[in-house]
């Protein structure tokens, strides 16, 4: 047997998740679902790092909250986001007084984070972890691409990032959905040089982990109520149900993409939405309201991440892509 | 290792049948009326210009008519109107002057939070630095050859 799936003993509960996104996301199709929307994309403060970290606190503290516990009950906390050195996690986390584990798996983050938590508490060292990621728009913007008022088209393959933070609460007691199973990506790279296709850099990863899983767990597509990505966008999701049919896997009407369910037509985002907050956003409300409410029961969610800098990208390297995944199942009591 | 290279060349074959293209002829359209207005409102100042200012030389009211059409853009850029034209537009808007003036002023508002130094005046040329750099060398180049061609004549 391979080990890159883990199955957890103790079944680690998700009991609280929190979602805040910006205002051009409230208008998007999950907009019911989110815990706050921000009014403008500075959230009160003076730059967008600045308010990327405040989302960040925002949703930590939201989702403590939801989880009815005390900051003082947290044991650690694990966080990542897209900007260089992880700055928004890392800098919001100076406002907690919890140790801090911080994780860059791109747009993944919020898989692998919740796959590290339920490892960590799995093993009975900790007793609540908090998982934490965000994305903002314009700080993407600004690191990876061109200023915000510059007068350019975007190509039809890109994607939207969207403004966005998700957290939520992992722990070994309370009710809530659990944590049944994690399958750890490997970083793989089939030579996309196109920045602007994300999708199709990172559905070969998709298709790595998810075939590993299957594999693993001895299980089909059908064993899952939804089989959910995270910002393939609407060209990635339909290179990966290529890929698996190329290997005899069929994804049928329970997969579906975040980044591509994410936006309204008239939103003018092309591929969908991307980024750290997207599938974080979308999971922490909609999927775990799902799941609370018995509508889905076993979902298998896994985002992907484009493992690309700006600087390795202008000296001609490819993108490198990861995928992580988890199956989340509602909790019978 | 070949069978990996295989891979990806037939993947990248494959991605780049499915991607999305953009639409030559509405893009097009689209890029030569505004180009087009944008020329348009420029000859308009010019001979503005000229009708209220009558002793002026043809040489300054030009050079007048650009730093006009300079400040439009700039002040479009601030207000956040030229990148949506830009969206619309794409290199109509990019081409003339207008968009090298929003080249420099959108990094110039994106980094006002790095401060004045490191900030703007650092970034500011991020985006028009190559236009500048091939301005400066292919008009020294066409002055040589210029020069060269003077002599034998």
Not at chain 1, 59 to 85: C, M, P, Y
Not at chain 1, 244 to 267: A, P, T, V
Not at chain 2, 43 to 61: K, R, T, Y
Not at chain 2, 95 to 117: M, Q
Request: charged share 15%; net charge neutral.
């Amino acid at each position: 047997m391979k080990y890159d799936t883990v199955k957890f003993k103790k079944q680690p509960k998700i009991i609280g998740s929190y979602s805040i996104v910006g205002p051009k996301e409230g208008q998007g199709n999950f907009r019911e679902y989110f815990d706050y929307i921000m009014k403008n994309d500075f959230f009160g403060e003076k730059t967008f790092e600045k308010a990327e970290r405040k989302m960040i606190e925002t949703a930590i503290t939201g989702a403590i909250q939801k989880a009815k516990l005390k900051v003082s009950d947290i044991n650690i906390l694990v966080a990542g986001d897209l900007l260089n050195q992880i700055i928004s996690s890392s800098y919001a986390a100076r406002a907690f007084d919890f140790p801090y584990l911080g994780v860059y798996g791109a747009c993944s983050t919020m898989a692998e984070s919740i796959a590290v938590a339920s490892t960590l508490v799995d093993g009975g060292y900790f007793e609540n972890i908090v998982c934490c990621t965000a994305s903002h728009f314009s700080t993407a913007e600004r690191q990876y691409r061109f200023p915000l008022e510059l007068g350019n088209q975007r190509p039809p393959a890109s994607q939207w990032t969207v403004t966005g933070a998700g957290s939520c609460v992992i722990s070994q007691k309370g009710a809530g959905p659990r944590v049944t199973m994690a399958t750890f990506g490997k970083v793989v790279d089939w030579g996309i040089v196109d920045v602007n296709n994300m999708g199709a850099a990172m559905a070969p990863a998709a298709m790595d982990t998810l075939l590993a899983h299957f594999e693993n767990t001895k299980t089909t597509p059908d064993d899952y109520d939804l089989i959910v990505t995270g910002d393939l966008g609407k060209l990635g999701s339909e290179i990966l149900i290529d890929l698996m049919e190329d290997k005899g896997i069929k994804l049928g009407l329970n997969y579906s993409d975040c980044g591509q369910m994410f936006f309204r037509r008239n939103q003018n985002t092309l591929c969908g939405g991307s980024g750290c907050g997207c599938c974080a956003t979308v999971f922490n409300s909609y999927i775990m309201k799902k799941l609370q409410d018995g509508q889905y029961k076993r979902v298998l969610f896994l985002p992907t991440g484009a493992l690309l800098s700006t600087t390795a990208s202008q000296q001609g390297e490819s993108v490198p892509g990861v995928c992580h995944a988890i199956v989340v199942e509602a909790y019978e009591m | 290792m070949k069978k990996n290279e295989e891979r990806i060349k037939a993947y990248n074959k494959y991605v780049s049948a499915k991607v999305p293209k953009t639409k030559p002829w509405p893009t097009l359209f689209n890029s030569f009326w505004v180009g087009g207005v944008i020329c348009l409102i420029g000859q308009g100042i010019n001979d503005l210009i000229l009708f209220l200012v009558p002793n002026i030389s043809e040489q300054s009211a030009w050079a007048y008519t650009l730093i006009a059409l300079i400040f439009i853009a700039a002040f479009l850029t601030g207000i956040g109107v030229y990148d949506k034209i830009g969206k619309f537009a794409g290199g109509g808007s990019i081409v003339p002057i207008t968009g090298f003036s929003n080249s420099i002023t959108s990094p110039s508002i994106e980094f006002k939070s790095e401060g004045i130094i490191y900030g703007i005046c650092v970034k500011m040329f991020t985006i028009a630095g190559p236009v500048i750099v091939f301005g400066v060398i292919s008009s020294a180049l066409v002055g040589l050859i210029y020069y060269i061609i003077y002599l034998f004549i």
